[in-house]
């Protein structure tokens, strides 16, 4: 009797079902995207049934959170080479930055708790290793991270609200611009100055993120030492260095 043939579309015969893990399930996951996920989408990516993944995974919360720690290790972690506080803290921003929006929906996930508190853990245990060592308490390094970390957090969720049609924007300047100019002069006076006022380019995240850590530096009475910019603008650049 002669053997039946693998399908055609890639998966083996009945008898052999591929071999996957909890890895390979997560980072099909990732693939898909969080947003929309489902048990059926994965099994379709790998070419398996839904039960097998029930081997590895044991429901959509915990494929969530699967995926959710896979897009978390996805971007490579700050490194500590002996660099100064300002510049650890300004490349934690960026990796915070990076992780979140790497895949939309991890956001979502982490806030309800999908990556691990001992992945967490570990991280900040780093981070405030370094701070301490370049002169902060353990209370001033915790604060000092909790602060920058929570301004990436919000300009990433701002970024994704801005989302959409590339004229969404200016279309609504112009209807608040609309309002202002029917109500009379005296009404809006600073409003109507911010939306007439001609700015070069909106500062870039990096440079949000050093205003952050300028703050810092003045309240614990730190060093101040310029840092490198990390980040680019919407047009590729790369900002001016801050200055001293």
């Known amino acids: ?12 015969g009945a008898g052999r079902p591929p071999k996957i893990n909890r890895e390979m399930i997560a ?41 959710a720690e896979h897009s978390a290790r996805v971007v490579p972690l700050p490194v500590d080479h002996g660099q100064d506080w300002a510049q650890w803290l300004l ?8 992780v979140f ?17 001992e992945a967490t853990l570990r991280n900040l245990e780093v981070i405030l290793s370094v701070l301490v060592r370049e002169g902060f308490t353990v ?7 909790s602060l920058v970390s929570s301004c990436a957090l919000g300009m990433v969720l701002v970024a994704q609200r ?5 004229d969404q924007a200016e279309q ?34 990096d440079e949000h993120i ?14 101040w030492k310029r840092v490198v910019p990390l980040s680019t603008d919407r047009a590729g650049r790369r900002p001016a260095s801050a200055g001293p």
């Open 27 to 67: 980072e099909a996951a990732h693939e898909i995207g969080l947003d929309g996920l489902t048990l059926k989408a994965v099994a379709d990516h790998l070419g398996v049934t839904t039960a097998a993944l029930y081997h590895h995974v044991a429901n959509k919360d915990d494929l969530m959170r699967a995926a």
């Open 139 to 145: 209370a001033e390094a915790n604060e000092a991270y």
């Open 91 to 98: 490349e934690w921003a960026n990796y915070n930055r990076d």
């Open 162 to 166: 801005q989302q959409g049609p590339p």
């Open 172 to 205: 609504f300047v112009k209807t608040l611009r609309g309002v202002v100019d029917a109500a009379p002069k005296r009404d809006y006076t600073l409003v109507r100055k911010l939306l007439y006022r001609t700015r070069v380019r909106p500062p870039t995240f």
């Open 101 to 117: 929006t790497s895949r939309p929906g991890l956001l979502a996930q982490y806030m309800e708790g999908a990556i691990p508190l």
């Open 210 to 223: 050093e205003t952050v850590l300028r703050g810092i530096a003045a309240q614990h009475k730190r060093r």
């Open 1 to 12: 009797m002669t053997a039946t043939a693998p399908e055609a579309s890639g998966r083996v």
